[in-house]
């Protein structure tokens, strides 16, 4: 996918009311592949850390025996962290505000990781 | 895991950036080789190698940036199907340090290591002595200020 590509998939997430910052994160290293984020967040430490918790639940996940995530929502008290991943090993991950519509954001997020799988 | 130091102000930056980044390996050294600290090796012939080979990656690395008429690199990354391997330099009052560490990808990352060493150069940064000629370490002495570090770090 060319860089215009990502442009435009993250651009899909981001005009979702309430999401404040939308990034592809290459899971296995925690790299930023791509992001549009609004100022003051840290894009490469939310990759690091969305890219370690999405091991971590994935090996929890299958000790559970309950197949592989498709979709985390982790709700803080000042925003929220939405993470898709996708069949090539990337994380589509939202970075919102508390208010923000998760179903509406989901949808993106899901969209977002079948195009970049 | 257990750190040990050659100087103690290393320790709890590399403490904290063992647990934190989940490395396996750690060494803090000089671009000379000369061993700060170390934290997972078991074997002074182990620290020793990556000392020697971990400066001589540095070295190398530096020229080449010298020779682009570029800064020397700010780090060095290489993955292999089970182990990562970060190579990077931090400036300090105690002159510049030399960051190896060696990764698990099963339990850590690039981007986690990346992101514990920013931490890790802050805190080296602060912690180290102030006002301190950096040391200049003649060939001479070389042998013997390594066999020195390697006692005090594995207790021989």
């Given at each position: 996918m060319s860089a215009n590509g990502y442009e435009s998939l993250l651009s899909r997430i981001t005009s979702v009311r309430g999401v404040r910052g939308a990034m592809v994160v290459a899971g296995a290293d925690g790299l930023v592949v791509a992001e549009q984020l609004m100022e003051g967040?840290?894009?490469?430490?939310?990759?690091?850390?969305?890219?370690?918790?999405?091991?971590?639940?994935?090996?929890?996940?299958?000790?559970?025996?309950?197949?592989?995530?498709v979709f985390w929502h982790l709700q803080a008290e000042r925003g929220a962290l939405l993470?898709?991943?996708?069949?090539?090993?990337?994380?589509?991950?939202?970075?919102?505000?508390?208010?923000?519509?998760?179903?509406?954001?989901?949808?993106?997020?899901?969209?977002?990781?079948?195009?970049?799988? | 895991m257990t750190a040990r130091a050659v100087e103690g102000w290393t320790l709890d930056p590399l403490t904290t950036f063992v647990q934190e980044a989940g490395a396996r390996l750690v060494l803090l050294m000089t671009p000379a080789g000369q061993v700060l600290a170390q934290s997972g090796f078991t074997r002074?012939?182990?620290?020793?190698?990556?000392?020697?080979?971990?400066?001589?990656?540095?070295?190398?690395?530096?020229?080449?940036?010298?020779?682009?008429?570029?800064?020397p690199f700010a780090g060095l990354a290489h993955q292999g199907e089970r182990h990562g391997i970060f190579l990077a330099p931090v400036t300090t009052d105690r002159g510049p340090v030399v960051v190896l560490a060696v990764y698990q990808l099963e339990n850590s990352s690039l981007g986690?290591?990346?992101?514990?060493?920013?931490?890790?150069?802050?805190?080296?940064?602060?912690?180290?002595?102030?006002?301190?000629?950096p040391k200049q370490v003649l060939a001479a002495d070389f042998e013997r200020e390594l066999s020195d570090s390697l006692n005090s770090l594995f207790g021989r």
């Amino acid at each position: 996918m060319s860089a215009n590509g990502y442009e435009s998939l993250l651009s899909r997430i981001t005009s979702v009311r309430g999401v404040r910052g939308a990034m592809v994160v290459a899971g296995a290293d925690g790299l930023v592949v791509a992001e549009q984020l609004m100022e003051g967040i840290k894009g490469a430490a939310v990759a690091a850390l969305a890219a370690s918790l999405a091991t971590r639940l994935g090996r929890a996940m299958e000790a559970g025996g309950v197949g592989t995530g498709v979709f985390w929502h982790l709700q803080a008290e000042r925003g929220a962290l939405l993470v898709v991943p996708a069949r090539s090993g990337m994380l589509v991950v939202a970075v919102a505000e508390p208010g923000v519509n998760a179903g509406l954001a989901r949808l993106e997020l899901l969209r977002a990781a079948e195009s970049v799988a | 895991m257990t750190a040990r130091a050659v100087e103690g102000w290393t320790l709890d930056p590399l403490t904290t950036f063992v647990q934190e980044a989940g490395a396996r390996l750690v060494l803090l050294m000089t671009p000379a080789g000369q061993v700060l600290a170390q934290s997972g090796f078991t074997r002074a012939v182990d620290v020793m190698s990556a000392a020697a080979l971990g400066a001589a990656i540095f070295a190398s690395t530096t020229e080449i940036a010298r020779q682009l008429g570029e800064p020397p690199f700010a780090g060095l990354a290489h993955q292999g199907e089970r182990h990562g391997i970060f190579l990077a330099p931090v400036t300090t009052d105690r002159g510049p340090v030399v960051v190896l560490a060696v990764y698990q990808l099963e339990n850590s990352s690039l981007g986690l290591v990346q992101l514990f060493f920013e931490q890790l150069a802050t805190d080296l940064r602060a912690a180290s002595p102030k006002g301190v000629e950096p040391k200049q370490v003649l060939a001479a002495d070389f042998e013997r200020e390594l066999s020195d570090s390697l006692n005090s770090l594995f207790g021989r």
